[in-house]
């Protein structure tokens, strides 16, 4: 059974940083691709970045660039999303994906709330 457990999301004042962490079981983690997806309130989930499975080449949504980085740990299975200079509008349940065998899972989420 494949799990990805989101955590690291939490209250942060404009500004501040977070690292959001996956840890992901069930599969050869480093034999594959994964990615970070967002998904505010009554908005659609959206793509933040992917990462290949070696974690050499990366990927971040052109309104993600600068300020969130993506990076891998093949050797304890766990996908990273960096987040500076945090944004009122970055607040949003963030996720971590693979395609697996022709089939996407996600986790749970992990909200994160930019807020003064």
């Known amino acids: 059974q494949i799990y990805l457990v989101e955590s690291g999301g939490g209250l942060v004042q404009p500004g501040g940083s977070l690292r959001l962490s996956c840890k992901a079981t069930g599969f050869n983690f480093r034999d594959y691709d994964m990615n970070w997806y967002r998904q505010a309130p009554e908005k659609e989930r959206d793509m933040v970045a992917s990462?290949?499975?070696?974690?050499?080449?990366?990927v971040h949504a052109d309104s993600m660039k600068g300020r969130f980085s993506i990076s891998r740990d093949n050797v304890r299975r766990t996908l990273y999303l960096q987040i500076d200079n945090l944004e009122p509008q970055d607040t949003a349940v963030y996720y971590c994906n693979t395609r697996y065998r022709g089939r996407n899972y996600w986790g749970q989420g992990t909200q994160v709330t930019v807020s003064s």
């Open positions: 990462i290949t499975s070696s974690g050499v080449t990366t």
